[in-house]
């Protein structure tokens, strides 16, 4: 099974850096994956990390260590269209008959000010 | 390509009625996804299929649920009896699957149940 904590709500200024952390406890792993949600929208992919280090895209990067279970995902130069929640979610590997299962943590809302 | 489709957009209706909230995937895709969402208890799987079999249905809440997907491009979640706690976003996701790969699911727009 899969334990994944990440913090409720986060506050920032337009312009400025936020990290958005996450981390872990999974009986088998193959993949963490970064999701944007809009209020009343659906959730987006953003980012997907399997091996250890930094994926950067844009704006947005995204941090991996998989021997402490540990992932961030970096936003910079904040926009006000970047309040949003934002989900981490981690892939289990040990899954029989196929499929990309996916456990979510219950998001962190991010809210950018000027 | 259109997304994941998904119908209705919005369902009101009294407890003890049937609900059946329908999806289409995106076309190739091979897994599909059934999501619930609140505020107390975030985003669940309830049930995923691959190939259109049920792979993991441990998340469906009762017996109360059931879903079914008869070819690649349709599913179906059903609620019988519906009871207020039921009041959620529904979300359907779809994705490719097999090797490796990212393979991102990709998410309908939900259909937002309220049941009085």
């Known amino acids: 099974g899969q334990n994944i904590d990440q913090p409720t709500e986060m506050t920032a200024t337009e312009g400025a850096i936020v990290q958005i952390n996450c981390t872990y406890q999974t009986s088998g792993f193959n993949g963490l994956f970064w999701y944007q949600q809009h209020a009343g929208e659906a959730p987006t992919f953003l980012s997907y990390?399997?091996?250890?280090g930094l994926e950067e895209k844009g704006r947005f990067s995204s941090f991996l260590s998989r021997s402490k279970g540990y992932s961030y995902l970096l936003l910079k130069e904040l926009q006000m269209k970047d309040s949003a929640s934002y989900l981490c979610?981690?892939?289990?590997?040990?899954?029989?008959?196929?499929?990309?299962?996916?456990?979510f943590g219950t998001g962190t809302q991010l809210k950018v000010e000027l | 390509d259109a997304g994941v489709i998904q119908s209705p957009r919005h369902e009101v209706t009294e407890m003890g009625q049937e609900v059946t909230l329908r999806c289409k995937p995106i076309?190739?895709?091979?897994?599909l996804f059934w999501y619930r969402q609140t505020m107390m208890r975030g985003l669940e799987l309830l049930i995923y299929f691959n190939n259109n079999v049920p792979i993991d249905d441990s998340g469906m809440p009762e017996d109360r649920f059931s879903a079914k997907m008869p070819n690649a491009s349709f599913s179906t979640l059903k609620i019988q009896p519906s009871e207020p706690r039921d009041s959620a976003v529904y979300f359907c996701?779809?994705?490719?699957?097999?090797?490796?790969?990212?393979?991102?699911?990709?998410f309908g727009p939900g259909t937002r149940l309220t049941v009085t």
């Open positions: 979610a981690v892939r289990d590997r040990h899954h029989t008959g196929g499929g990309n299962k996916l456990t």
């Open positions: 076309s190739g895709h091979n897994s």
């Open positions: 996701a779809s994705s490719l699957s097999g090797g490796a790969g990212v393979y991102e699911q990709y």
């Open positions: 990390n399997v091996l250890d």
